[in-house]
């Protein structure tokens, strides 16, 4: 509450200096007069916030280990390493090499629970953080979440309760609130910045897969990702993420993950581990200017439905093709983006309402909330031999798998899920999602049939593979 006096005096001191100034005319009675009456009411400051909330935010040091590739390819020549190098040594076989990052979390239970971004602890081999207090605790991974650039830790074996932040609805926020932000910018130490709201659901950002971004001109810079955005009463209202930037340092464009998203991945990691996001069962597009005048809006606004899956949430709660959803429960849809983030961050169970427009008016749905169901088996297996596979794990497609791979949750067949690195899978060019269409003209539709056909010999492989929507026809020597 101590930051809703802070800003009330804002807006004391805001309204007295329009009086002065003649702006605001008219009598004040003694019990209306706005002026500051005193010293103290005159000092603003954002103290009483940050003796809260600083104590919640830490820093992250993740440790990996890499393997560094010689640096010249003379070392891979006997004759050189002879009289260069030490006899026996092998300067042409990769080293180990360990790196660090920095970056910063947000403590969000008194157990030790800690957010902080995915790609500030991504290939960790050891976390540990650092309290306010100076502190220094092991840090245990419980969640990894690379879809939307967030990931859990735990502190253990703690002998007090620590200081946590309490989750804001960040749906409540609105452009020109004033926030701060808390982090480790370029290892200096915690620092807190201060600014506002700049806007609101930004998307095209191409950080996460849910875009749905607070922008803030609150400085942000390396170092401050996985901190803190508290509002006014210090409460959690979204983790820093993210700068747009051509010198690497701030320019007063920053971004964070809003807190209910923040939210939404925590509960996860606090019941079994595993993210269970509702699915629809639904192709959507984005509403452009001549779609809109086709349809006789008044400008783009909601998502149009373009596909909709056999005995999916969709079809079972009546939406139809052609169908314009502009609302998900109460909130407002814009773009794509929005929708899915909207939806990805209801909780499996129970149900939804979706506001869709038709040609016959505008009708209210109601949507069941349940996670993506896996059709077929995903019979996982790793192909072996001499074919152009060897080294893949592949799997069989269903929308479950689809929503595990980023993939479109109409495909069907076998898509690539691993591939062993210097693999021949990899060597020839396939990729983490490739769907394998046919193989030398006969159709792939089950990882048991190319297990099969990759266990022959033909001399020529014509592969049939689509990524990211389109179809790659490839030609190889057995």
């Not at 081999?125 to 502190?135: C, I, K, T, W």
């Not at 929708?339 to 009708?363: C, H, K, N």
């Not at 192909?383 to 929308?399: C, D, E, H, K, Q």
């Not at 591939?419 to 003209?441: F, K, W």
Request: aromatic share 6%.
């Amino acid at each position: 509450m101590r930051g809703y006096g802070v800003a009330g005096r804002c807006f004391a001191v805001a309204v007295a200096v329009l009086a002065l100034s003649g702006a605001v005319t008219g009598d004040l009675r003694a019990e209306d007069r706005v002026a500051p009456r005193s010293a103290a009411e005159l000092r603003l400051s954002f103290a009483p916030i940050v003796r809260e909330a600083a104590p919640a935010v830490v820093n992250v040091y993740a440790k990996r280990t890499v393997l560094q590739q010689p640096v010249s390819p003379f070392f891979n020549d006997p004759f050189f390493r002879r009289f260069f190098g030490a006899p026996g040594q092998d300067f042409g076989r990769p080293r180990e090499r360990v790196e660090s990052s920095l970056g910063s979390g947000v403590i969000v239970s008194a157990e030790g629970v800690i957010i902080t971004n995915h790609h500030v602890i991504e290939g960790a081999d050891e976390v540990r953080v650092a309290l306010a207090d100076r502190r220094e605790l092991d840090a245990e991974i419980i969640l990894k979440d690379e879809r939307t650039d967030l990931a859990i830790l735990r502190v253990r074996d703690l002998d007090e309760p620590l200081p946590h932040l309490a989750f804001a609805d960040s749906d409540e926020l609105q452009v020109g609130d004033v926030v701060l932000a808390i982090g480790n910018p370029f290892g200096v130490g915690q620092t807190v910045t201060q600014g506002i709201v700049s806007a609101l659901a930004r998307t095209r950002v191409g950080v996460t897969d849910y875009q749905f971004f607070i922008q803030t001109d609150a400085a942000i810079n390396p170092g401050n990702s996985g901190g803190a955005l508290v509002d006014m009463k210090g409460r959690l209202v979204g983790i820093n993420t993210a700068i747009f930037s051509r010198s690497g340092g701030s320019n007063g464009i920053g971004f964070a993950i809003p807190s209910n998203m923040a939210h939404f991945v925590a509960m996860a990691a606090e019941g079994d581990g595993i993210i269970r996001r509702p699915w629809l069962g639904a192709g959507v597009q984005a509403v452009s200017a001549d779609i809109a005048e086709a349809m006789g809006l008044d400008r783009p606004r909601g998502v149009l439905v373009t596909s909709i899956a056999k005995d999916s949430p969709a079809e079972r709660a009546g939406l139809k093709v052609g169908d314009l959803i502009t609302r998900v429960g109460e909130a407002t849809v814009a773009d794509p983006d929005g929708f899915g983030y909207r939806f990805a961050t209801r909780p499996i169970g129970g149900s939804t309402s979706f506001t869709v427009l038709r040609q016959s008016g505008e009708v209210e749905l109601t949507v069941t909330l349940e996670a993506a169901p896996e059709t077929v088996p995903r019979d996982a297996r790793v192909i072996g031999g001499r074919s152009p596979f060897a080294g893949a794990t592949v799997v069989n497609l269903s929308p479950a798998v689809a929503e595990e791979m980023r993939l479109d949750a109409f495909d069907e067949g076998v898509a690539i899920q691993e591939l062993e690195p210097r693999s021949t899978a990899a060597r020839v060019g396939l990729q983490v999602g490739d769907i394998i269409v046919s193989v030398n003209g006969r159709k792939v539709d089950t990882t048991r049939v190319l297990e099969r056909i990759a266990a022959g010999d033909p001399g020529v492989w014509r592969l049939e593979i689509q990524r990211g929507g389109r179809i790659l026809r490839i030609a190889l020597r057995g």
